[in-house]
């Protein structure tokens, strides 16, 4: 599955964007998805996730409550919600599919798209 990230941009702190990840190939729908973002200078890190079924979500305890990750089947879509975002949530944003089940690991994906950046001003 190849996997294109966007939605990225700069929006001021407390404000909303919406990242999309459009995936190509015929069984996306078996596909669990993730979001994983890396600020400049550190690593990269989970943020959310979402079974092939959207029946199942994770996030990253930072986020809770703030991002909301959904997807569609079909459109072969996945997105990521953010509102009240922070500064600290300035970083390039990267979605990811796995068919080895869901998981908050880098590891437990095996493709991944090319990011999207995301600046948050204070």
Request: aromatic share 12%; proline share 2%.
């Amino acid at each position: 599955v190849q996997l294109q990230a966007s939605g990225g941009g700069s929006v001021q702190a407390g404000g909303f964007l919406r990242l999309s990840c459009a995936a190509s190939g015929r069984t996306f729908g078996s596909y669990d998805m993730g979001w994983f973002r890396q600020a400049p200078g550190k690593e990269r890190e989970f943020v959310a996730a979402i079974s092939a079924s959207g029946g199942t979500t994770y996030y990253r305890d930072s986020v809770k409550g703030r991002f909301t990750i959904s997807r569609d089947n079909a459109n072969d879509m996945v997105y990521l919600d953010m509102n009240s975002l922070k500064p600290e949530g300035t970083a390039v944003y990267y979605c990811a599919a796995s068919r080895r089940g869901l998981s908050r690991l880098e590891s437990g994906y095996d493709y991944w798209g090319q990011g999207t950046l995301v600046t948050v001003s204070s």
